[in-house]
C-alpha cells in the first residue's frame, strides 16, 4: 500500500460451516478483516481440530445422563471461500 493510502475498509465476514437444518451439526463464526483470504486465515487459526466437549455435571445445567462423552472433530484447511455467507462493512461493535 502507498504511503498515505487509505487503510482498506474492515468487513465482517459470515462464515456458516455445515447446515443443521439439514444435517446435525453447524457452526457460525464471524470474521473482522481487511479481505476475504485474511478472514479464511484468521478463522483457520482460531478453529481447533479437535474440541471435546463437557458433559454431566461438568457442563452446569446441562442434563446429560448417560453421556459419557462427546468430542467435534474439524478440518481446518477444508474451510473455502464457498462457506462465506455474507459480507458487510465492519463499522465497529
Do not use: C
Amino acid at each position: 500500500m502507498a504511503k498515505g493510502s487509505p487503510k482498506p475498509l474492515l468487513r465482517s465476514y459470515d462464515f456458516m460451516l455445515g447446515n443443521s437444518t439439514a444435517g446435525s451439526v453447524s457452526l457460525q463464526a464471524r470474521i473482522i478483516a481487511h479481505s476475504k483470504l485474511r478472514a479464511l486465515q484468521l478463522l483457520r487459526e482460531a478453529l481447533p481440530i479437535y474440541h471435546p466437549i463437557r458433559t454431566g455435571s461438568a457442563a452446569a445445567g446441562l442434563d446429560t445422563e448417560g453421556v459419557n462423552f462427546m468430542n467435534l472433530y474439524t478440518a481446518p484447511e477444508n474451510v473455502s471461500e464457498r462457506d462465506i455467507d455474507e459480507v458487510n462493512e465492519w463499522k465497529g461493535p
